[in-house]
């Protein structure tokens, strides 16, 4: 009887902790000092304006933007290269550089995505935006890195990593070089805009 009550009373005190962890995770920002995004950073993305002409447009009920060039792909070939993110948690500068800015970048371009010099290294604003944590301790809101590749801009591939792929552990280091960052600003966000979805 004596070890059911035990048992019980670490199940229980097992429970309130991570309640505990749980709201604290909630009401401190992580190392990294994430912030979910604003509600005034949302705010203040303006909504999108369609032209005439593309207004008009009939839109298809769906679309696979991984069939077009612009979709990250593996070097020198037409397979597709999906980021493989654990464990950094850096799901936001993964779909913000990886996959949407390079995708508009070469597309506006016309470039396929399937070099080092098309393709952009998540781990550009990652890294500087982790402070140097992996994890949920180094996750960056969207308006985190919609703002640094507005600023600052994106780094290739090829400037970030060299001859080597990408490792998604990397989490810490920065490129040196002035070329390196003079060529960030060549690739920058111009603009975000925001869709009504409830037309």
């Excluded at 990294?32 to 298809?60: F, R």
């Excluded at 077009?68 to 020198?76: A, G, S, T, V, Y």
């Excluded at 990593?161 to 920058?188: C, E, F, H, I």
Aim: charged share 15%; aromatic share 14%; hydrophobic share 35%.
């Amino acid at each position: 009887m004596k070890t059911t009550k035990n048992a019980f009373g670490i199940i229980m005190l097992a429970m309130i902790m991570l309640v505990n962890i749980k709201i604290m995770a909630q009401v401190n920002p992580s190392p990294s000092g994430y912030i979910p995004s604003s509600q005034e950073y949302w705010d203040a993305v303006p909504l999108m304006t369609l032209s005439p002409k593309s207004a008009a447009v009939n839109l298809p009920v769906e679309v696979d933007n991984s069939t077009q060039i612009f979709f990250p792909q593996k070097d020198n070939t037409s397979e597709l290269y999906f980021y493989n993110q654990p464990p950094t948690a850096a799901c936001q500068n993964i779909s913000s550089t990886w996959y949407t800015f390079a995708y508009e970048i070469n597309r506006l371009r016309n470039l396929r995505a399937n070099t080092q010099e098309t393709r952009y290294a998540p781990n550009f604003s990652y890294n500087h935006l982790n402070h140097g944590y992996q994890g949920w301790q180094g996750y960056t809101s969207l308006e985190k890195v919609q703002k640094f590749l507005m600023e600052s801009g994106a780094m290739t591939d090829a400037e970030f990593d060299g001859p080597a792929q990408l490792d998604p552990k990397d989490s810490w280091r920065w490129p040196s070089g002035y070329d390196y960052y003079y060529n960030v600003m060549t690739n920058k966000l111009q603009s975000v805009h925001k869709f009504n979805m409830t037309v």
